[in-house]
């Protein structure tokens, strides 16, 4: 039997939180799919996720009915209706700026195109790059970044670039109709109230980390004294 989806109600907002558990839910979806598992039930997401069945529940009653109470959901039914929701059952045209180290690397990863981001275009101002072959991509010159977005059709850009020349190039991405920015420049950006923004800021991360060691350190020093 087909799940049946619905539109969130527009006066009901979805929250971040929301949306990433979504996405924790078809990761944890796929690999009961690959453990053959036909249902599974909200305690079991849960369990998985360390969350509660009613957290679960909550979530995706925003989109619709799911499940057969005393059945569960049905795997690979609820994956493919997350991934309609999250909208990663198409693909996206993605375009990344900055081939240096990190963006280099996320040309490489293999889990972008699994999910439906396509990267079809990559730019960068080194002349010693502009015009080789990387990935199979052809490097293009930043110079003309509005110009060949549009041409391409690129719905999603990619930002690998130093903090200094971010909002630069951001502004020429805005210019070129681009909704959808994912940053790894360590800086705020501004953009239009209708441009979606997602910052990746690894080197908070990584003091975040550092913060959590060095105070539990600190309180085990406590605790044995």
Request: hydrophobic letters at 40%.
């Amino acid at each position: 039997m087909a799940i049946p989806t619905k539109k969130p109600d527009k006066k009901r907002r979805i929250s971040e939180s929301t949306i990433h558990r979504l996405s924790l839910y078809y990761r944890a979806l796929t690999l009961l799919e690959k453990e053959n598992y036909e249902t599974v039930s909200s305690k079991e997401l849960a369990r998985r996720e360390k969350l509660t069945p009613a957290q679960v529940r909550k979530d995706l009653s925003f989109f619709g009915s799911f499940g057969t109470r005393g059945l569960g959901y049905p795997v690979n039914e609820l994956k493919n209706k997350i991934a309609s929701i999250l909208g990663i059952d198409r693909t996206w045209r993605v375009a990344l700026v900055g081939v240096g180290n990190i963006g280099s690397a996320l040309v490489s990863y293999k889990e972008f195109m699994k999910q439906g981001f396509q990267i079809v275009k990559l730019f960068d101002n080194d002349q010693r790059k502009i015009g080789s072959n990387h990935k199979g991509i052809i490097v293009s010159d930043i110079n003309n970044l509005e110009k060949e977005l549009k041409e391409a059709g690129i719905e999603l850009v990619i930002l690998a670039v130093p903090a200094t020349v971010a909002q630069y190039i951001v502004d020429n991405v805005v210019k070129a109709g681009v909704k959808a920015i994912l940053n790894f420049a360590p800086v705020n950006l501004r953009v239009p109230d209708d441009v979606y923004l997602r910052n990746e800021n690894m080197s908070m991360e990584l003091e975040y980390l550092s913060f959590a060691l060095v105070n539990n350190l600190s309180q085990k020093r406590v605790n044995e004294g």
